[in-house]
């Protein structure tokens, strides 16, 4: 520490120990007392100005103690990892099929998965049901009504759904952490030190329990969140819209440099701080507020490639083709769900020398697949590609035409280990069954190609012939432009 | 505090007429460099960017960054209030949900405000990489206009060639075919109404005419117009405005559908 100056008039104390990190850290790196105060004020008037209006904020506020809870497990389950634009049409018809903890436990896993379908990460669905079942058949209905009782026994509650639940169903005075929070409270408080680290988060999870308010705390916790959702925004926050701007040890960092050292000592980072900014690396000017929070570098996501089998029958003269679909395991990366038959590729596409080899290797895992069947053809149809969040996936399409079965008893499917059966469903079918965003992309551009090479074409020819032109395609500009912001 | 006074009020009117056929709200990002905007269409078939720098402004002043998502047919409307003579003033707090329109008459006898409430738009926005194109043609841009209004009676789409000898922009439909070629003008005592062709190789590319005709609402900004185009990227429509800066139009074009070869 270089320009540590000896005397702050703001605090008490007059020297500071360098060697004492804990010292600093206090200063640094939290509220004063009647700053919380004004925290929760502004930020509970900006709140109740500006919050959205979602269906589970209203269902959080029944009569109802179970029904409260049960609406907040529910929104804030499927929130995980997910948008809230994308949330609420899932949320409103899942509460309709199943409006409390009893309704839920009736169903079963495979109509769960039906309306999960989509929405990703499928074990949280599976876990939701686990849990309304644990309530109807172990707890009388009743579910636990406290932050630590409820992590203790629910299924899929972790600290921080606990800490919602706690909080805006139950009122409890709890304070929670999600990514939100963690971005918003690491600017207010300039934590500069890797998010990714449990020291860290402890940390913050301790000056969130701080700050919460007493009397609100479900409102105060819905506001962090909202607060870091809509304007302390991971790029580029709007400060100059924020409530609580005037107490964000970062956004005087950036605005006020001066005023920053002079509250806050130094304006240089403390290199013994476990919470400040790493001294080698250090605020960058043009980042402003975003220089909170750090987090690790992320490990690039994982590329991988699969060649997917449509393997299509020919049903019964006036029905539509059949496909074959098989359930992934119990446990694992989409759990449960339904997909076409589909196997790692070794092959990396860079010219059309490895798209043959591709192919070959497509029909070597066809032969052990099917029993009682030939195959009549197996023919590239096209990538598809697909963004989980941590692999980025591409599947190769193969288009494979089997023929009829003659003996029923041998017409088999042989299954990977632990993949739990397989059916063969109509186009109509698939589009109802529990089957993956990325399966369902698959399927698509399948019907696309399919129809390219039969049906629509001809009515592209007879309308081209109709007014002498040859159709073309209009393109859209992501064709040509990509979008900067990754978000 | 951001404010910004035109004394060529009637110039923002026509900015307006320039945005608001192909995109119904957009977001005004105001810098201390001047206010840009950056919007597709619905379709996102076509895009607009509007420049406007700060200097062009009599007085201009933005102390932080500002995004102002606007509903254009609400700005429109408002617009439509102001006289062509007016100075015009737009006025917006740091943190506001809503921006002020102020109309001055000239001899400063009548002055009329207007707040306008903002909106909050989540906009998608494009990285456009710089380009080196094939060909850049500037022509007068009233008859640019003419030619889109002419041929987009013959079809819905039209070719735009360029060649060594001049441009070509062709539509076939229905009932027949129609062709207009524009060859380099030689006459150069007037720079806005000369056609200059600039090429490295020809290029030859199909665009819809309805995006074309909703370019040329831009017509009254500029005397002339330059278009760029490059093999198998979108074409570029760029109005100088002078002294401000430009209103640019991409459109994507259409390509021979592969699946039905």
Not at chain 1, 392 to 410: F, I, K, M, P
């Amino acid at each position: 520490m270089k320009r540590l100056r000896s005397k702050v008039k703001s605090f008490k104390i007059e020297t500071v120990e360098i060697e004492n990190p804990e010292v600093l850290r206090n200063h640094f790196h939290t509220l004063l007392e009647g700053e919380i105060g004004n925290l929760r004020e502004k930020l509970l008037n900006w709140y109740d100005a500006n919050k959205r209006d979602l269906q589970w904020r209203n269902l959080a506020k029944h009569v109802d103690q179970n029904i409260r809870g049960y609406s907040v497990l529910v929104s804030e389950i499927m929130l995980q990892q997910t948008q809230v634009a994308t949330v609420k049409s899932y949320y409103s018809k899942w509460i309709e099929k199943w409006p409390d903890f009893t309704a839920l436990s009736k169903a079963t896993l495979e109509e769960v998965n039906t309306v999960w379908s989509g929405l990703g990460y499928y074990s949280r669905g599976r876990r939701l049901y686990e849990a309304a079942c644990k309530v109807v058949h172990e707890m009388d209905g009743t579910m636990p009504q406290t932050a630590e009782q409820l992590q203790k026994q629910l299924p899929g509650v972790g600290p921080y759904t606990a800490a919602a639940i706690g909080s805006i169903a139950f009122n409890e005075r709890v304070g929670l952490v999600d990514g939100n929070v963690m971005r918003v409270i690491s600017r207010l408080c300039s934590i500069g030190a890797d998010t990714s680290k449990k020291s860290v988060v402890d940390v913050i999870w301790k000056l969130s329990n701080e700050m919460v308010d007493p009397d609100r705390p479900g409102d105060f916790n819905q506001a962090m969140m909202e607060l870091g959702a809509t304007v302390c925004t991971p790029k580029s926050p709007l400060c100059q819209v924020c409530p609580i701007s005037l107490l964000c040890r970062a956004n005087k960092r950036a605005k006020q440099p001066e005023a920053f050292a002079a509250c806050h000592m130094d304006i240089e980072d403390v290199p013994d701080c476990l919470l400040c900014l790493p001294i080698d690396q250090p605020w960058v000017v043009k980042d402003g507020v975003t220089n909170y929070p750090r987090k690790a570098k992320k490990t690039a996501a994982k590329i991988a490639r699969n060649i997917v089998l449509i393997i299509e029958r020919t049903a019964n003269e006036s029905d539509s083709n059949e496909y074959l679909l098989w359930q992934r395991p119990v446990n694992g990366l989409l759990a449960n769900l339904w997909e076409f038959p589909s196997f790692p590729s070794h092959h990396q596409w860079s010219d059309d020398l490895d798209k043959s080899r591709e192919l070959t290797s497509a029909m070597d895992q066809l032969k052990g697949l099917l029993t009682g069947r030939d195959i009549e053809r197996c023919q590239y149809m096209a990538d598809v590609f697909h963004q989980f969040s941590h692999i980025s996936q591409t599947y190769g399409l193969y288009r494979v035409a089997v023929s009829a079965c003659e003996n029923a008893e041998d017409d088999a499917v042989s299954l990977p280990d632990h993949y739990q059966g397989f059916r063969w469903l109509n186009a109509r079918q698939i589009a109802e069954a529990a089957i993956s965003t990325a399966m369902k992309k698959v399927f698509r551009s399948f019907t696309q190609n399919a129809d390219g090479s039969s049906s629509s074409s001809l009515k592209r020819k007879a309308k081209s012939k109709e007014t002498g032109t040859v159709s073309k395609k209009q393109m859209t500009l992501q064709s040509y432009f990509k979008s900067s912001q990754t978000e | 505090m951001f404010e910004a006074r035109l004394l060529q009020g009637s110039l923002l009117k026509k900015v307006m007429d320039a945005l608001k056929d192909l995109l119904n709200e957009a977001a005004w990002d105001c810098t201390d460099a001047g206010i840009q905007l950056q919007a597709m269409d619905n379709s996102h078939v076509s895009l607009v960017s509007l420049n406007l720098r700060a200097e062009g402004f009599d007085k201009y002043r933005c102390d932080r960054n500002l995004s102002m998502g606007m509903n254009l047919g609400s700005m429109s409307k408002i617009l439509k209030c102001a006289s062509d003579k007016d100075i015009i003033t737009i006025k917006a707090q740091d943190n506001a949900d809503t921006v002020t329109f102020v109309f001055e008459s000239p001899e400063q006898d009548k002055v009329s405000d207007y707040e306008m409430k903002l909106m909050n738009l989540d906009q998608e926005h494009l990285g456009i990489p710089e380009t080196d194109y094939a060909c850049t043609i500037k022509l007068p841009s009233s008859e640019f206009a003419r030619i889109c209004r002419d041929l987009s009676q013959f079809g819905e789409s039209m070719v735009i060639s360029c060649t060594k000898e001049g441009v070509k922009f062709s539509a076939t439909g229905d009932i027949g075919t129609g062709n207009i070629k524009l060859a380099q003008s030689a006459k150069v005592d007037k720079e806005e109404e000369a056609v200059v062709i600039e090429m490295q190789e020809p290029v030859s590319l199909t665009f819809a005419c309805r995006y074309l005709n909703s370019f040329t609402k831009a017509t009254s900004l500029s005397k002339s117009v330059q278009l760029s185009m490059s093999p198998e990227v979108p074409l570029v429509v760029e109005y100088k405005i002078e002294d401000i800066g430009h209103v640019r139009y991409y459109l994507a074009p259409k390509i021979e559908d592969e699946e039905a070869a």
